[in-house]
């Protein structure tokens, strides 16, 4: 079969080699707003790599004995784990590319060039690309900030839900309405269940389900498959 026939015939609803291949999920959501709830309820069973920086810093700190408290004292020390935890992230995440493994990138979205450019790459490399934009209001986001192990100072808080408020917009636009979502953590946990196993997983199922779209990833597989047939 000719090359760019193979390319016609694929219609993918699963991965060659691995579940979610050339799918790429972004959480947004500032601080509070129970991006991982959200992530864990939604994506469970998926095989999706995640990818979070936060994770990693975290864990680091666990390890360096810090506190999560952030306190100004640490601030050195701390940045200097907050930059091996995001070299680590970005190997992860270059791997995963490498390897077109299907990923939930974890951020926070206040900042939308970064967003786009590692979405623009992604797309130029066989993604289909999607949205879960977490909202919640400016009160709910400062209280459940102090509610949790690792506290930002409000100010922080504060600035980084009005940066996230302000990308909505531009994220929209971005991904476009059919691979956009934006879930409203304003309410209880429970409630939140519910909608999240109604509609965000919904939305999650649907699109790890649907055919690849993207042209870059069509001819990657069918070179891939070509290679298999040859070997």
Known sequence: MKYKELIKKIDLHEGVYDKGI?????????????????SAQAFAGTGLRVINSDKAFERQLEKMNLSKKMPDDEQEVRDMVRARAKATTNLALHLSMVGRLGIIIDGTGDDYRKINKTKILLNHLGYDTY???VNTSLDVALERNQARDRTVPEYVTIKSWQDVQRNIGAFQNSFTAQNFIIVDNNIS?????TMTMNKVSKFVRQLMSAPIKNYEAKKWIARELELKRRK
């Open 22 to 38: 050339f799918k790429a999920f972004f959480l947004a959501g500032g601080p509070g707003s129970g991006k991982t709830f959200v």
């Open 131 to 133: 949205m879960i934009f």
């Open 189 to 193: 946990a429970k409630e939140l269940v």
